[in-house]
């Protein structure tokens, strides 16, 4: 490297955060109010004595095993004991965008080549880019930090765990970035970060399933609190180890970005066949093979996931009691009707359906894409109709979120079956349990094709909307809000407490009904607004 490669970064950090004026303090805003929630929610179940309400949840082997031991019996050890995943995953998923957004997105639109036009060297974009993500990782670590201070925290151990944190940031940052490298396309940069995100979560359940200190906390960064253990032992020495850790990704992102085109990734697409399928005729035929590399990483992922977790939680059955939290949660006796080891996979279709919801809506942006790029106003030019176009795109986003959904079913059934020594019962149960998920998923689908339909900037809402249920679903929990308010999040009517025999088919039917007004919407909004060229 020289020193001419970095001319003109100055000038692109100042571009940068102009661009990214509203979306960098949300980003932070809404990480700080995340602590604010989870503390929020202690101070309501805590009124038998948060001490007491804590060292019962670390005797509930259910809860021990999603979220680990307790680090300290305190307000500061319930937030870093709570909140670090919900924290890790914000941090990780607002770097990803950024970092991708002004490297390879930039690319993919021409603007990085009409940058490179000026005198700017080969690494300001990327380096510009690394730096205005890491400092908002920096400036989110701190003003949690600041929030914990506020809330009587620990000092020390504050600054500890919003260092943890930050650090957890730049991991991802520069996992972004590695994957803008690796191929050409934003999409695949995206979903090479929310697999290693999905990948960090399952790694940070095991690891707690396994009792909190397992070898895996040294290369699982959602379980770096319990190597730097804020509010407990303090070690911020070791805040070294992560900062390392985190650099490794950066630098091998620095490596190969000078060994690729701009544009181009080091992997480079592979060439098409010369002559086409003779199935390849249809606009539904170009959407599932756009759409088909994105479903089966989700498909394989989907497939490990639930094995590992429909298999393990028929041993918690024997294990111990529920925290009264968990069993009075919402109000009802639900856990104790269904079993230890029932909740604990009921809970994780919930949380990866969740996830699943998020995969439908990136599928639907790939209609953007497609019209970024200019693809689109090629074939409707053709004797293919918008309405054909677009409704094959959809049609297979809601058969991919589908299949996900139904394979997620019947896997962790076959598993649980097998482990529980009852695979009748077993299998229908979590089988059905996935299938409900179905109609909620598909709301979300269908907001961004609404979204997409009318005003294609104005996507990013249904991100908020997204977003928005799981805050819901923490306020809830936290019992912050009553079911009252939960019900406006698309998954109350499949919710994890509510027994399978005491699903509300007909709201489930009425989900339906509504995803196909909102996406019959969004179809006659495209038909009748201008398409974008790329010039």
Not at 7 to 17: K, P, S, V
Not at 174 to 190: F, M
Not at 418 to 426: K, T, V
Request: proline letters at 3%.
């Amino acid at each position: 490297m020289k020193s001419n490669d970095f001319i003109g970064t100055g000038t692109l950090i100042r571009l940068f955060l102009r661009r990214d004026r509203f979306l960098l303090p949300i980003w932070i805003i809404f990480s700080v109010m995340l602590t604010f929630i989870t503390a929020a929610t202690f101070n309501v179940i805590g009124g038998e004595g948060l001490e007491h309400v804590l060292s019962e949840f670390n005797k509930d082997p259910l809860i021990s095993a999603l979220l680990g031991p307790v680090i300290s019996v305190d307000i500061s050890g319930a937030i870093v004991w709570r909140g670090m995943s919900q924290l890790a995953l914000a941090l990780g998923i607002g770097s990803l965008l950024i970092v991708i957004r002004h490297t390879r997105t930039d690319e993919e639109t021409g603007r990085s080549e009409l940058i490179r036009a000026y005198p700017v060297g080969r690494y300001a974009n990327l380096t510009a880019a690394l730096i205005i993500t890491i400092i908002g990782n920096m400036i989110a670590g701190i003003l949690i930090s600041l929030s914990i201070i506020a809330l009587g925290g620990e000092i020390k151990g504050a600054f500890v765990f919003g260092a943890t944190l930050s650090t957890i940031g730049c991991f991802f940052t520069g996992v972004g970035t590695l994957g803008v490298q690796l191929r050409e396309s934003s999409s695949t940069a995206k979903s090479i970060g929310i697999a290693t995100l999905g990948l960090g979560l399952v790694l940070g359940i095991l690891n707690n399933f396994r009792g909190g200190y397992t070898l895996l906390i040294w290369i699982t960064p959602m379980a770096w609190h319990r190597v730097t253990s804020p509010f407990g032992g303090n070690y911020g020495w070791w805040l070294l180890y992560c900062a390392v850790f985190a650099a490794i990704p950066i630098i091998i992102a620095y490596k190969l970005s000078s060994r690729r085109d701009l544009g181009a990734g080091i992997f480079p697409a592979s060439p098409g066949l010369t002559e086409a399928s003779p199935h390849f005729t249809s606009p539904l035929a170009l959407a599932w093979r756009l759409h088909k590399k994105s479903f089966v990483v989700w498909m394989v992922g989907i497939v490990l996931y639930i094995s590992v977790f429909a298999a393990i939680s028929p041993g918690l059955s024997s294990d111990g009691a529920m925290s009264n939290w968990l069993a009075n949660l919402g109000g009802t006796s639900w856990a104790e009707e269904m079993g230890l080891g029932y909740v604990f996979i009921s809970i994780s279709i919930y949380l990866i359906s969740l996830f699943v919801a998020a995969y439908a809506m990136t599928a639907v942006l790939r209609l953007k894409k497609e019209e970024n790029e200019g693809r689109v106003e090629m074939l409707v030019d053709k004797r293919v109709s918008r309405i054909c176009w677009m409704s094959s795109h959809l049609i297979v986003a809601a058969l991919c979120s589908t299949a996900l959904l139904l394979v997620m079913g019947i896997g962790g059934g076959v598993f649980y079956g097998i482990a529980s020594g009852d695979i009748s019962s077993g299998f229908w149960g979590v089988f059905i349990m996935s299938v409900s998920k179905i109609p909620p998923v598909l709301i979300f689908l269908a907001v961004t094709a609404l979204l997409y339909g009318l005003c294609p900037k104005m996507t990013g809402v249904g991100w908020i909307v997204w977003i928005g249920s799981v805050m819901l679903e923490l306020a809830w929990e936290g019992q912050i809000i009553d079911w009252s308010l939960m019900q406006i999040s698309p998954f109350a009517y499949a919710h994890y407490t509510i027994d399978i025999i005491n699903l509300p088919l007909m709201l489930l039917i009425l989900l339906l009904g509504l995803s196909a007004v909102l996406i019959g919407i969004g179809l006659l909004g495209f038909k009748n607004r201008d398409i974008l060229t790329k010039m």
